[in-house]
């Protein structure tokens, strides 16, 4: 007997990819996106009646992502304390030269990224890395869309200028 096809479910898992790189902008560590990643999945599958189809699944699950890690940034600044250092999370291996050298590009972009405020990290890892409109950015975020373009251009100002890359690019 065949079971019925869950559309649903098969755009979360097609969302896996870019939900993963918006909770590592977010945390800055590996282990910290995986269970942000599968908190948002198991939230967005409990409230799934909540979606409006016809609307944005990126959208709502970017937003039911950045909430949890603003209730996750809140507990650990009570605890006062990481779990694990940032070195922890980035310790990989790799064979042959073109890994490496992709490996240590990202590792730069990684570290520039980190370095950030994370209001100008939020925006940048939405509209230039997960490819969000301003105004679809300033929704999520709850900010005017003025806002939302001055923290780009100053957190991509920052990168090209860590990155030694001019900003005329």
Known sequence: MMTPRDEFADALGAMLP???RFAFALSRHPADADDLTALAIERALR??????????LDSWLFR???NLWIDEARSRQRRGAWEAPPEAGEQQGFDGAADIERSA?????MRAMSALPDEQREVVALIMIEGLGYREAAELLGQPIGTV???LVRGR?????TLG?????
Not at 105 to 109: G, P, R, S
Not at 165 to 169: E, N, R, S, V
């Open 149 to 151: 373009s001055s923290r």
């Open 47 to 56: 409230s799934r009646a909540q979606f409006v189809p016809g609307t944005r």
């Open 157 to 161: 100002n920052a990168l090209f200028a």
């Open 105 to 109: 590009e990202l590792a730069q972009v």
């Open 18 to 20: 870019r939900l993963r």
């Open 64 to 66: 039911i992502t950045r």
């Open 165 to 169: 890359q001019g900003t005329d690019q």
